[in-house]
């Protein structure tokens, strides 16, 4: 089973910029979609950005469109996500999932965190203000 590993949470003041890295190991397929999502404290998770295996396709929300960059590194089977001009109430868990052997694939799917098969753990990230 594919394990995914975040990293690169922890704090920073509000205005400030932020760069998280997934990174997957064991058996991943050659067609995938990494998806970044985050859960504020009392919140429901929801979705930020999401790229195919090959940066070909990304998707971003709309809240951080503007401000956030999602880049693949497909030989290191990891996905950079970077964030500037970070608000406090981003203050969250942010996840990274990772869907598998996609045939089709669309900003609707990819929102969707059902649709993904594996999580990582999550990272912290404080926004001060």
């Known amino acids: 089973q594919v394990h995914l590993v975040e990293s690169g949470g922890g704090l920073v003041q509000a205005g400030g910029s932020l760069r998280l890295s997934c990174t997957a190991s064991?058996?991943?397929?050659?067609?995938?979609?990494m998806g970044w999502f985050r859960q504020a404290p009392g919140e429901e998770r929801e979705f930020v950005a999401a790229i195919t295996w090959n940066g070909g396709i990304t998707y971003s929300a709309d809240p951080v469109k503007g401000r956030v960059t999602i880049s693949s590194e497909n030989a290191k089977n990891t996905v950079i996500l970077q964030m500037s001009n970070l608000r406090p109430e981003e203050t969250a868990v942010y996840y990274c999932a990772v869907k598998q052997d996609i045939i089709i694939v669309s900003e609707v799917l990819a929102m969707r965190e059902s649709w993904y098969d594996s999580w990582g753990q999550g990272t912290q990230v404080t926004v001060s203000s």
């Open positions: 064991g058996p991943i397929s050659s067609t995938y979609l």
